[in-house]
């Protein structure tokens, strides 16, 4: 195949041909961005309160939330190594045990609910 210096006059005047102006309804586009902005502030407005709120309970909530991370990193027994502790180590804690069980209630519900 030959490579041709001339242009198909058909293929150029489809190139030069300007497209139809899409209609635009500026009241339509007006209102939707209206919706956008309020969302935004919305969105913002609930941010700063949610900080806020953690900000002002973070001192009371420090204690609790200390003996539960303790509560949930105390181990479930104490292996004395070998072939024992190397396939129990991932389920070795109480936390661990509670991340098996949520995963595979949540693995259930979603087969149920296919």
């Known amino acids: 195949m ?4 001339d242009l198909d006059p058909e293929l150029l005047a489809l190139f030069e041909r300007q497209p139809p102006a899409p209609v ?24 700063i ?10 001192v009371p909530l420090q204690d609790p939330l200390e003996l539960l991370t303790d509560a ?5 027994f104490d292996a004395q190594g070998g072939v024992g502790q ?5 389920l070795s804690s109480v936390g661990a045990v ?3 069980l949520l995963l ?7 087969r ?3």
């Open 2 to 5: 030959k490579m041709r210096d």
């Open 24 to 47: 635009v309804d500026e009241a339509f586009v007006a209102q939707v961005m209206r919706k956008l902005r309020r969302h935004q502030r919305w969105r913002l407005v609930a941010r």
């Open 49 to 58: 309160t949610v900080g806020v709120v953690l900000a002002l309970l973070a």
């Open 72 to 76: 949930l990193l105390a181990p479930l």
């Open 86 to 90: 190397e396939l129990l180590s991932p």
């Open 98 to 100: 509670l991340t098996v």
């Open 104 to 110: 595979a209630l949540q693995l259930l519900f979603r």
């Open 112 to 114: 149920m609910l296919r």
